[in-house]
């Protein structure tokens, strides 16, 4: 990891000329963090959906496509509208998964359920699903487990379990799935600060904007971390 260089300093949208707040800092975060995990969904239906098709054909397959279908305009229409039950949905979606046997075709729902529940504030339950993803198809590609990690990683942030989401980046890190790398130190970093290791989040962060493109949105949330860790006088 490169050594932290000066940084120019880096006052946020609107040049504010003292240090943000710590919820200051969430809000400007979470412009960026519900895009992301979006983009990350339509990445992974893209992957997902290869598999489909390779197998479509297959009868198991196909019925077990048609009773995630059903499943779907049963049950998630009614989590689309927030008219739903967390509890019942979470166990329903238990039965499924069992009735298709783990089904490849049951995962990019999956994903999405907990997507929308975490969004909704339902983080509990949220993380019940992203636990039972992981127990059913994180062994199973390396690229479903990222996708299921940088999700906890998030989830667990949010519940306020600074250490098991420093965790989950640390294993991102390991990962042989090398996506939204900077997005994955911007995150230890925030952990790290959250943590009161402040040296180590200025690291992170710094690594960050050495190995970003200066533009991107990432980069200007690292260079906003360093500027008002800086006004805080915080090293």
């Known amino acids: ?50 598999g489909l098709l390779s197998n479509h054909k297959e009868n198991k397959n196909e019925e077990f496509g048609k009773k995630v279908y059903r499943f779907t305009q049963t049950y998630s229409a009614k989590l689309e509208k927030g008219t739903y039950d967390v509890a019942s949905y979470i166990a ?21 359920s907990a997507d929308k529940i975490m969004q909704k504030g339902d983080l509990k339950e949220s993380l019940e699903l992203l636990q039972l993803a992981e127990a059913q198809y994180s062994s199973s590609n ?24 420093y ?8 990962s042989p799935v090398k996506l939204l790398e900077s997005k994955v130190y911007l995150d230890l970093g925030r952990i790290h600060l959250k943590r009161g290791e402040n040296e180590k989040a ?22 906003l971390y360093i500027s008002n860790m800086e006004l805080k006088g915080l090293k």
């Open 1 to 50: 990891m490169n050594e932290v260089t000066a940084t120019a300093p880096y006052n946020g949208p609107e040049g504010a000329g003292g240090p943000l707040t710590d919820d200051s800092m969430e809000a400007q975060w979470s412009k960026y963090k519900i895009p992301i995990i979006s983009l990350v969904a339509v990445i992974v239906l893209g992957v997902i959906g290869y």
């Open 92 to 112: 329903s979606f238990k039965v499924l998964l069992k009735d298709v046997e783990g089904f490849e075709g049951a995962f990019p729902l999956l994903l999405s």
């Open 142 to 165: 390396a690229y479903k487990a990222f996708f299921i990690r940088i999700r906890l990683a998030a989830l667990y942030e949010d519940m306020g379990k600074f250490n098991e989401a």
């Open 167 to 174: 965790d989950v980046l640390q294993s991102l890190l390991k």
């Open 202 to 223: 200025k690291t992170n962060f710094q690594y960050v904007i050495d190995n970003g493109k200066s533009g991107d949105d990432i980069v200007k949330m690292a260079r």
